[in-house]
């Protein structure tokens, strides 16, 4: 759903014309949840613009491309292969699994839709636009027993021996301080204040590109990559590049069942709509690790904590041995394995909220200018309500979670 793609709907309708010269036994043939013949699937692409085809490559080599989906595709509504409305895509009974590369102001209903639908899912990151929409689609994904997988890969290159040190109950205390310094795109995905409306281009379906999102005046700066600069579609350029910085680190510091529960800011009053500048962002564990996210776009840089690591050599030297006899953490399932296998996904729903929640959580005490307190467990900000209502957001009648 965002200009600028490359993507060609002459060369989408050659492919897919040439791949029904072979045969192929699509999942719904024989039943959900079981494997065709063929190990063949049918796919969706619902966004094309952007990551679009990068997402749908994520699906695998046995995945056929037969339908896609944008809003800005309303001169091709005759095409029955091109759709604008991603539920007339998810009607369909020969897709088998869906990538979804639209703004993130979408990724929960459609993901939630689409499981819901029977189909699997790649999500592009930022798998959410706020805390609330992540839990649902955690518990979606249990409920259809469907494959979800975050488009984000670091955990998959991340230090399993790591995860092993830190998952093994032998540490007495977690003195970890990761400090990620620069690469948040701050500036360049900050929105614009104030812009003068613009007409709608004709082959845009406008309503539905803001969906769940706030109707707005359309402006072009609003639509294409530089979505990301408004709090309606995305959560600036900490959503954009953090998930893909934290989902290893996540994974290796066996975080995937928790989140911060002390967030501080240090960032210049915020905008209610266009994302803006902030400098740093201090979020802490209960247990006492601590992540910081510097900017380096803004204000003075983070000095109030050095970075800090542990190793095998900060246990004595029995739980050394210990740790050594206990199993190595079970390999990652990609997304082809997890939808041929039927074996949960690595960068499963309830991992990949998990992850997001860093983001959205230095985001909300960047908005309210204050340090925050979470609930990890009920996933509610504690004693500061302008804060908590930006966990579960309104969203435009008729769409909800």
């Known amino acids: 759903m965002q200009q600028n793609s490359g993507f060609s709907r002459r060369r989408f309708l050659q492919t897919t014309a040439a791949a029904a010269a072979f045969t192929i036994v699509p999942r719904h043939v024989i039943g ?6 063929s190990d063949t699937f049918g796919g969706a692409l619902i966004g094309c613009g952007g990551r679009g085809n990068g997402t749908f490559e994520g699906l695998g080599p046995n995945v056929n491309k037969v339908a896609i989906c944008d809003v800005k595709f309303l001169n091709d509504a005759d095409n029955k292969k091109v759709y604008t409305d991603f539920r ?20 929960a209903l459609i993901s939630i839709a689409a499981m819901e639908a029977g189909k699997d899912v790649l999500c592009e990151k930022p798998m959410t636009r706020f805390i609330a929409e992540g839990r649902a689609v955690a518990e979606a994904e249990k409920r259809t027993g469907r494959i979800f997988q975050v488009g984000t890969y670091g955990r998959f290159s991340a230090d399993r021996n790591k ?27 900050s929105g614009m204040i104030n812009p003068k409306p613009q007409p709608v281009p004709k082959s845009l379906d406008w309503n539905m590109y803001c969906g769940p999102s706030p109707l707005r005046p359309y402006h072009p700066h609003r639509f294409g990559g530089s979505h990301r600069g408004y709090w309606d579609y995305e959560g600036g350029g900490l959503t954009d590049m953090g998930q893909h910085y934290f989902d290893g680190f996540q994974y290796m510091y066996g975080k995937d069942d928790t989140s911060p529960v002390t967030i501080e800011p240090y960032a210049p009053p915020a905008h209610p709509e266009a994302c803006g500048m902030w400098g740093w962002v201090e979020l802490k564990y209960a247990d006492g690790l601590t992540l910081v996210f510097d900017s380096q776009e803004w204000g003075k840089p983070y000095d109030r904590m050095q970075p800090r690591d542990i190793s095998i050599n900060d246990l004595a030297p029995e739980d050394r041995e210990k740790l050594k006899a206990m199993p190595d953490p079970e390999p990652l399932v990609s997304f082809p394995d997890a939808i041929r296998t039927r074996k949960r ?14 983001m959205h959580l230095a985001n909300i005490a960047i908005r309210v200018g204050r340090k925050i307190q979470y609930d990890p467990v009920r996933e509610v900000i504690v004693g500061d309500e302008q804060a908590n209502r930006l966990v579960n957001q309104p969203m435009r009648t008729p769409w909800h979670l």
């Open 345 to 358: 996904a690595g960068g499963n729903a309830d991992a990949a909220h998990r992850g997001v929640c860093l």
């Open 88 to 107: 007339r895509v998810l009607e369909r009974k020969d897709i088998d699994v869906v990538a979804i590369a639209t703004p993130p102001h979408w990724h």
């Open 163 to 189: 995860r092993k040190l830190m998952t093994s109950g032998l540490l007495k205390s977690n003195p970890v301080v990761h400090i990620q310094r620069g690469g948040f795109k701050v500036k360049e995905w």
């Open 32 to 37: 959900q949840g079981q494997t065709p013949p």
